[in-house]
């Protein structure tokens, strides 16, 4: 086969295991297996791991122990803090506000659509900058009217861009409008100090940050009562029923200490790899614009527009010379739409439709940098070359 | 060439004899790229949301065999293009009064030009498709293109419009194949689309009848004309003449003494020529926009074997080249439904030396430089 190398650029969507939470994670698949639930000695080893790895997410998360539920994914997450907020307030027998913005995940946006659609629910999207982030005196204005949740994202999926949580949270606050965060892209890269940041609830999710697929976080301020989602035993304080994933818990646990412990070391490391992707593609590739904020972004994160390549010839070229990436346009039935995001970033349909991403990790290297820029600049020519072949 | 270091780009329907020409060239170890046009259909038309060629169904099962195959499988947005080039020719041919054949037009300028060079453009060295046809040197050096082994599949009709260019960056795995052996391979190869039945219409229309396809994209083709007959006498009124096609006797709705059929097509003067059954017979046509595979203009005319639909066979005929990229035909016996816009293939034996789009019959009227000297292709 001709393509031999093969370069991973696509941390964003997901992360390797770190060998050290694997190793962290091995005894809760057959050593120790009881039900955390049950009275027995196995049962009460499984208990024991659970607890302490929600100390441990605790202490990077700078709140109790008792706010942390864990669940099956960062989706999971964001649906249990919105539907359950939007639950709660009709609970309490108040309109059900959602306030979010037009460049969520869809994990929120089409959890906000269906309250919208089922329970009548009003919704609102603040606009966004150039740069993708949430403009503060028109959320200020969405809050003043009223709220059952105000859900943002922390940093960008699309772009890489960082909302300032801090001052949107205290906006929320000030409007007595609960106030969740969208951290699953952040996780690893950000601080997660919840009190620094001010907000009642945040979604992580393992896979993010070099720890499993399939476990996720949503800390959730003490006394903030949400209705469960997922209802059936008395798991997570009645939070979320189901009995715990033990071993991807640990594991969750584990890869998120990690991260921070090391975080100086590899976010310099993400930040040097991608000013350095950055400014080759830049430099190489005509036309090319780097999309989301030029600093204040995500480390490993760099996203770009490339007008005129449309993405899924670009990815499959990429592909078919080894190297990962991705985009929010491209869809793998060769249908490819404007993203969402770039549309309401305010760039025109046929350009967001040319989205790239490219984010770096724990094995990145330069060599690779320099081998996927090479490859970026001869398929984009490719690319080029065949539509000036059909310009009719 | 070695073929672990020999990349083909195999574009897959999801269909057996696609996904039989993937295994067959993985199994002989050739690097294999899965690719597959995202082609457009008219989603504003009810029931026709997905182009029959590209549904999510089919596009899983493409998929599904490419992971099994172990190659890797891209989709590709063809939509913009195919719109632009074979609808709108079934659009324009319909309103100039012939009855076209968008698949030959598919061929020319999308699968073996837009979708060749996207391969190409992969450092592929090949494209393949799952074709019932075969490519064959030629010993004076070139390429031939031979109808498939298995003679109830042969495909080599929509293939005439290829060329030198193409041939040499083609293959058709499955075109050495009968058709039964096709089934038992991907039978083997655990392919459960084996048994699917293969459709007839028009890929980009859905579930819709042409008619109503034209009914809403061109609404002018809709026009009620006369029905005349060949000496001029109006008989009544038609609704539209996309609506019709040469030879059809049915739905006329007009009572004569005998049995009438539609003749031609003047778009004109919106008019619907009909006639008995005697007039309708031709034993000559001309061709035009017509393709000699080998790239050159045969010296003289020749006799040959010529299929003027898909679906007919092979006539004795007698072939003329003509100035401009035209030819004529002369066939031994008169043919019944000669129809403008469909295909007029050349061949002899096995081997496929082009064709041509059938012109009106007001183009016949040529005058004609005697080319006798009888010209043999020989493999």
Redesign the interface.
Known sequence: ??AKREVYLDYSASTPVDPRVMDAMMPYFGEVYGNSTSSHHQGRRGESAVEEARERVARILNCQPAEVVFTSCGSESDNLAIRGAAWRARRQGKAARLITSPVEHSAVINTVRQLGELMDCETVAVPVDRQGRVKADRFAAACRGGAAIASIIYANNEVGSINDLALLAAIAREHEVLFHADAVQAGGQLTLDVEALGVDMLSLSAHKFYGPKGVGVLYLRDGIDLPSIMTGGGHEGGRRAGTHNTAFIVGLAKALELAYAEASERLARFRHLRVKLVDGLLSRVAGAELTGHPENRLPSHASFVLPGI?A??LL??L??NGIAASSGSA??????EPSDALLALGYAPDVAKCGLRLSVGSATTEAEIDYALDVLVAAVD??R??KR??A? | MNAGETRVVVAMSGGVDSSVAAALLAREGYDVVGMMMRLWSDEALGGAEHNRCCTPDQMRIARSVADKLGIPFYALDSKGVFRDIVVEYFIDQHRAGYTPNPCLECNRKIRFDWLLRQALALDADYLATGHYARVARRRQGGWLLKKGLDPGKDQSYVLSVMGQDQLKRTLFPVGDYPKSEVRRFARELGLDAANRKDSQDLCFLGNNDYREFLRAHAPDLMTPGPIVTSAGEVLGEHRGLSNYTIGQRKGLGISYSEPLYVLALNPIRNALVVGKRDELGRDRLVAERFNWVSGALPAGSFRAEVKIRYRAQPQKALVQPLEGSRVRVEFDAPQRDITPGQAAVVYQGEICLGGGVIAKFDDEQESLEPKDQAVQFIA
């Open positions: 086969m001709k449309d899924n010839a499959m070229h592909d078919m869809c793998k039935t060769g249908n490819p490719k690319i070359g065949l072949e059909f009719t």
